[in-house]
């Protein structure tokens, strides 16, 4: 149930400062999460009525970007899914909502993360979710944020994992595959990147580099008969030769709305042992250039193993 006494923010600080208090008392040093208001502002007040206390030490937030399910049909979701303007305007008006959070010095996680609530057939369970999931993972690291967590409550269409019942074992939905990918290419320190788009594509791209290696991730959100395929020359700025090998994401006809047929590296991802795909060699890398093909409707992983220029 929710408590009577509590109707806005005013009315519910007190109330946390006194449930916080009796903890530190008996827990000295415990620090807590702030309260997940799932994009109230009322993180904003709390980040700086908390600053300096010692006391909070994480802001998390639930965002599903596509609102409620109801009245979407899969070309609907689909579309928005991959839409530029998921990239370009939700996500960036998300984060001004943490700003001042990130002001105050505190990290941020979206701890309950998908497209749509509930999901939607043949959009929120196909391919087109490991594509959103790619790029959603990327852009919030690329932008601060602590990590993601996809919500997994059984059984959504939304949910990274399901039971098949008729085999009675658990599998991975095309959002698994998206997981995987940015798993192969997430780890490092994010890299700036200058996207040149001359074609106007529907197309993203993000740079990660660990101390051996510049993973450089493109996602081709082109899809349909006028889908068109990106040739992605990878420009690297102050290094010379190296080798470069490939990760691709794809499906199966280029159909996004699917739900099999999904591969990572020519691989899939079982319940009984390690993901099947395999880095494929790429031409050797000269005078700092990497030239890529991605098809419509597919992403990859680029690995680079780079040396400086002397």
């Known amino acids: 149930g929710t408590d009577p006494t509590i109707t806005n923010y005013m009315s519910y600080l007190p109330h946390w400062q006194r449930f916080a208090d009796a903890v530190t008392k008996a827990l000295p040093g415990v620090t807590f999460a702030a309260p ?53 305007k939700l996500y960036p008006k998300e984060l001004r909502a943490q700003s001042q959070v990130i002001a105050d010095g505190y990290p941020f996680r979206l701890t ?25 993972m990327h852009w919030w690291a690329a932008h601060g944020a602590a990590g993601v967590n996809f919500h997994n409550n ?68 082109e899809y349909g008969a006028e889908g068109r395929e990106a040739v992605a020359d990878i420009k690297l700025n102050g290094f010379g030769s190296g080798a470069a090998a490939i990760m691709p994401l794809t499906v199966a006809g280029g159909d996004v709305e699917a739900t099999q047929g999904v591969s990572l590296g020519s691989g899939s991802i079982s319940n009984d042992g390690p993901c099947q795909g395999h880095w494929t060699t790429l031409n050797r890398i000269t005078n700092g250039d990497c030239v890529v093909t991605v098809p419509a409707a597919s992403a990859a992983v680029v690995r680079l193993t780079v040396v400086p220029r002397r």
């Open 36 to 88: 997940d208001t799932g994009g109230s502002p009322w993180n904003t007040n709390f980040a700086d009525d908390e600053k300096g206390s010692g006391m909070v030490s994480l802001f998390t937030t639930h965002d599903y970007f596509g609102g409620h399910w109801e009245g979407q049909t899969s070309d609907t979701a689909v579309s928005n899914m991959l839409s530029p303007s998921w990239v370009n």
């Open 112 to 136: 309950e993360l998908n497209d749509y609530l509930g999901g939607v057939t043949n959009a929120s369970d196909a391919f087109a979710s490991a594509l959103w999931t790619l790029d959603v």
């Open 154 to 221: 059984e059984w959504l269409l939304t949910d990274t994992v399901y039971l098949d019942r008729r085999t009675h074992s658990f599998k991975a939905r095309p959002k698994g595959y998206g997981i995987k990918a940015f798993e192969l290419g997430g780890h490092g320190r994010v890299e700036p990147l200058t996207l040149t788009n001359t074609n106007n594509l529907n197309l993203t791209a993000y740079a990660i580099a660990d101390a051996t290696n510049l993973f450089v991730t493109l996602i081709n959100k």
